[in-house]
């Protein structure tokens, strides 16, 4: 076999035990009154009456008339028979042909009932119990039943249901009590889960609204989306320039400072200006003179010669190329 048919059959296996498992809880839910079922009034062979819940027997006190025969545990011949692994949908013809061999009447002379249970190592575990056909029929005549009414086997104070036409009518009609019982179990978690699910739903309705409200505005906005980037831009221009400004010094004030520093026996041939940097060359009488002067005025710091001082000889002046800093009006030296 392979490797997918073993898994196929160890899930079948898996479920199998899972349905057993949940029909033998609604049994016993049923027997202790916590599952709705309708409840079959039986009758004794020695004229006893009582009331069958799954298989749970209850003295009944109401004369309500019976619609079972209930047959003593003493009438019928009982045992046990082990079963292999096998669907539960199969055990009926598996227990079927099991009771056949341990039978010692001919099959069509007997009527049974029988109880499966699974076991942990694998395989079932049927209890049955048998009684002859002639004595049953006897039995059903004496008190007036039909030769297809519900036959029950008493079995250590329970009723087990011999499997018959009737059984089967009984369980389809429990089948849809189960469906009703299951469904309106259903709608009363729902009711009672929806207060705590409902903030939910109204987040999740909120945020919807609020996501469609977002895609209706968005056409609208994309004009005033494109003037605020402009605005953006222009803010942006706007600060640059007011910080330019702000660090760029006064070029009127840098000329006058010069005009006011500079000797008389001093001029220029060049003037730059970079930002707050001064970059000055000219012809003076000294030059290393005019670079301490020019230290000592408050408005300048940084002066420093960056070339080479160079006499000339026709004019008795020497030239010079200065770079120093502009402090501003008002600072102190």
């Known amino acids: 076999m392979t490797g997918w048919g073993q898994l196929s059959l160890r899930a079948q296996k898996v479920l ?13 839910l049923v027997e202790h009154g916590a599952w709705p079922s309708i409840a079959n009034p039986a009758v004794a062979s ?26 003593p545990e ?24 099991a009771l056949w061999r341990v039978s010692p009447m001919p099959p069509e002379q007997i009527v049974a009932a029988w109880r499966a249970e699974p076991k942990a ?10 009684c002859r056909r002639s ?13 297809n009414a519900p036959v029950y086997m008493v079995r250590q104070g329970r009723a087990l249901p011999v499997h018959g036409a009737a059984w089967q009518k009984q369980s389809s009609r429990q089948h849809w009590i189960d469906g009703a019982a299951a469904a309106f179990l259903l709608l009363l978690l729902v009711a009672l889960s929806l207060p705590a699910l409902m903030p939910l739903v109204l987040k ?37 320039l007011r910080k330019s400004i702000a660090i760029d010094m ?20 060049r003037l730059e200006v970079n930002g707050s940097e001064i970059k000055i060359t000219g012809l003076t009488a000294n030059a290393t003179e005019l670079i301490g002067h020019l230290g000592r005025q408050p408005g300048f ?16 002046k020497e030239r010079f190329t200065i770079e120093l800093r502009w402090r501003g009006e008002g600072a102190k030296p």
Do not use: Y
Request: hydrophobic share 40%; with cysteine; charged share 25%.
């Open 16 to 28: 199998d035990r899972m349905a057993w498992g949940f029909g033998d809880l609604k049994r016993v």
């Open 135 to 147: 004595s049953l029929e006897q039995q059903l005549a004496q008190h007036g039943f039909a030769g």
């Open 46 to 71: 020695d004229g006893g009456r009582w009331s069958i819940s799954g298989t749970r027997l209850r003295k009944r006190t109401n004369n309500r008339k019976a619609a079972s025969l209930l047959v």
């Open 74 to 97: 003493a009438d019928c011949l009982w045992g046990t028979v082990q079963l292999p692994d096998m669907p539960q949908r199969s055990l009926a013809g598996g227990v079927e042909e």
């Open 204 to 240: 999740r309705q909120a945020v919807v609204r609020a996501v469609q409200h977002v895609g209706m505005l968005e056409p609208k906005a994309a004009p005033l989306r494109q003037k605020m980037d402009e605005l953006r831009s222009q803010a942006g221009m706007a600060e640059e």
């Open 121 to 130: 190592q694998g395989g079932w575990v049927v209890e049955w119990g048998m």
């Open 250 to 269: 006064p070029l009127a004030s840098v000329i006058d400072g010069l005009s006011s520093a500079i000797p008389a026996d001093t001029w220029l041939d």
């Open 301 to 316: 710091a940084d002066v420093r010669a960056t070339a080479a001082n160079v006499r000339d000889g026709a004019l008795n």
